[in-house]
């Protein structure tokens, strides 16, 4: 069980990190005006401090208890935590597996675990559904848009 409390420190270390990380990235690819306009990095600075601002409001407010509902005592229950690694666990592991199997592989065995396993479909479907959606993102993003997708190592190892 997750108290409230915790979850909208977690958020808001995790927010505020991002801001952080974009506020860094804009100076580096420079703010304000030059001859040519507005620098690349403003607008992602701005952003930054936006975001960077409501994560230090949302710290604030989620430790004075009179401020906010996180003196609510479980934000999320143990049923519910199971419900949401099913669908966050799975995504990180398609997104982890990109880098080496290349996404029609990781998309292939994503859509067939996300079927097969929670939803109790058929194998034969879920292979079906797989392979079909693999090559509709090669079809679509390889020939038609000519854009290339990540193949991965393992793909450009055995030379596809």
């Known amino acids: 069980m997750i108290s409230r409390r ?7 270390i995790l927010t505020g990190s991002f801001g952080v990380a974009v506020v860094i990235q804009s100076l580096d690819n420079g703010i304000g005006w030059s ?8 607008f ?3 952003t930054g401090i936006v975001i960077v601002a409501g994560s230090l409001y949302n710290l604030v407010r989620g430790a004075l208890p009179a401020m906010s509902p ?33 996404i029609y592989i990781a998309s292939a065995l ?8 929670p939803q109790h479909r058929s194998i034969l479907w879920s292979i079906a ?3 079909a959606t ?12 000519q854009v290339e997708l990540p193949h991965g190592w393992l793909t450009a190892a055995l030379g596809f």
């Open 35 to 42: 001859s040519a306009g507005v620098d690349p990095g403003t």
């Open 129 to 131: 559904i797989a392979a």
């Open 70 to 102: 996180a003196n609510v005592p479980i934000a999320i229950t143990s049923v519910e935590l199971r419900r949401l690694a099913g669908l966050f666990v799975p995504a990180a592991i398609f997104v982890a597996a990109i880098p080496l199997l290349g």
């Open 6 to 12: 915790a979850l909208e420190f977690a958020t808001a």
């Open 134 to 145: 693999s090559l509709a993102l090669y079809v679509v993003f390889e020939r038609m848009f």
């Open 110 to 117: 994503y859509v067939f675990a996300v079927l097969a396993i």
């Open 44 to 46: 992602p600075f701005l």
